[in-house]
């Protein structure tokens, strides 16, 4: 049998286009050989040629409690012991939408009254979208550039993440007449986002925002940028869909969201996408809001919108044992855990006179390689991205796996542990000099 990560990568690429399911984990722009991963526990990952390592992927958030958290795997091993799929109602599909609807609340208002479960973030924006143009019957969509919401159609505009990684301008396949439905504006900039009302405002259904951007890096919006969007956005008709994939009971137990009306006061998206954290590393994703905007959905109202398998009861299962135990002391400790990684991080690459700044949303965090925080997609890529090819392969050699992009956030979970963080901190000076060298 195969194990070493080079053969299995060529005979990845032999069956699967570019040897993966995932553009950004064929290590495109940090080079190198992708490993191969077989099996995970708490902070650490293992590949298969037996090498571990501490894990800031973290499956690229679900794993919030740490990976194979033992009553998770227990509830998953018990739901599929029943039955893996039945494409019929269950009662747990209920407790997982009403554990997500309830944890949305701040300031004493709870902005999602009914909740569908998807099976990927993608499908959750998408229909998002569909639900929003149904609502208002206005046909253009606005979006912010850098951000990522997935893979539909009308949304690979300036897109980040793989798009970023690859340097993409958007993806090849979509018509024209698609792509024309999306108005890209530059992140963080109020002045685009009345110019843009000011333009088409009759005609636009909804804006779709990263809750804090974290697919260009983490750029998290400017204190009141959420709120003036959603007021401006309501003066014109329009809806706004807050996409808390990435964010949603990561950074807190209310989202970001609920960090930002803690931070900004009361605002009130029409519709909320949720993904990763709610499956806890099982296949399951979410889209909610006011009850008069989700009842336009069939089978009350004419937005179609379907899935063989969504809700599927292995998945809840994942979905509710985490949230159960997705408990203030999980945020604090993730909180802490991050704030020491970076830190130490950050004090490293001064240390080599390397120019960088931290990008913090909530406990998320990345690295950007230029000397002032960049607030927006142009400013993210005015960075030395160069460096972090060789700053990334320091740290693998010394048993740390970062996102294989300088263009991905940093994910810690509940499961990092002092051993755990120390080997992180003591793997930096040595990557900080290969970034300073690069
Ligand atoms: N929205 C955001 C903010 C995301 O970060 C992602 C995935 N990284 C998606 C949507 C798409 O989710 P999925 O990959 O599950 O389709």
Not at 82 to 105: H, M, N, Q, W
Not at 114 to 142: C, D, F, P, Q, Y
Not at 297 to 314: D, E, H, I, K, R
């Amino acid at each position: 049998m195969t194990t070493s990560n080079d053969d299995l990568f060529t005979a990845a690429r032999a069956s699967i286009p570019g040897g993966v399911n995932s553009p950004v984990r064929a290590y495109g722009s940090v080079g190198g050989t992708p490993r191969f991963l077989v099996s995970a526990s708490g902070p650490r990952v293992t590949d298969a040629e037996g090498n571990v390592y501490v894990d800031l992927v973290a499956s690229w958030g679900p794993a919030l409690l740490g990976h194979a958290e033992p009553h998770v795997v227990a509830a998953v091993q018990e739901a599929a012991a029943r039955g893996l799929s039945f494409g019929a109602s269950t009662p747990s599909e209920t407790v997982l939408a009403e554990l997500i609807r309830s944890r949305v609340s701040a300031a004493g208002v709870n902005p999602i009254e009914k909740l569908r479960l998807v099976s990927t973030g993608t499908e959750a924006t998408m229909s998002a979208i569909r639900l929003a143009r149904g609502a208002t019957g206005r046909e253009l969509l606005v979006k912010f550039a850098g951000h990522y919401h997935g893979h539909s159609d009308g949304l690979l505009a300036a897109a980040g993440s793989g798009i970023a990684t690859l340097a993409l301008p958007g993806s090849a396949g979509v018509t024209a007449a698609t792509a024309a439905q999306t108005l890209v504006i530059d992140y963080n900039d109020l002045g685009a986002v009345r110019t843009v009302f000011a333009e088409h405002g009759d005609n636009i259904a909804a804006v779709i925002v990263e809750a804090a951007a974290a697919n260009m890096g983490v750029v998290e919006p400017e204190p009141g940028f959420n709120r003036a969007l959603v007021e401006i956005a309501h003066e014109h008709g329009a809806l706004v869909i807050l996409d808390e994939v990435l964010t949603g009971f990561r950074v807190h137990p209310a989202g970001y969201w609920g960090l930002s009306v803690e931070r900004d006061g009361l605002y009130q998206p029409d519709l909320f996408t949720f993904g990763k954290v709610i499956g806890g590393g099982m296949p399951i994703a979410a889209l909610g809001g006011r009850a008069e905007i989700m009842d336009h959905l069939a089978p009350l109202g004419p937005v179609y919108q379907a899935g063989t398998l969504s809700g599927n009861p292995v998945a809840v299962a994942a979905g509710i044992a985490t949230l159960e135990r997705a408990t203030p002391e999980v945020y604090a400790h993730i909180d802490a855990a991050a704030r020491r990684v970076a830190e130490g991080v950050s004090a490293a690459l001064d240390a080599e006179g390397v120019a960088h700044s931290v990008q913090w949303a909530g406990n998320l965090f990345s690295i950007a390689f230029r000397a002032e925080s960049p607030r927006t997609y142009a400013e993210v890529q005015d960075q030395d991205a160069f460096r972090y090819g060789p700053f990334f392969h320091a740290f693998l050699d010394a048993g740390v796996a970062l996102p294989p992009s300088v263009f991905e956030a940093w994910f810690l979970t509940a499961a990092h542990d002092d051993a755990a963080i120390e080997q992180i901190l003591a793997a930096a000076p040595a990557a900080a000099r290969a970034a300073a060298t690069a």
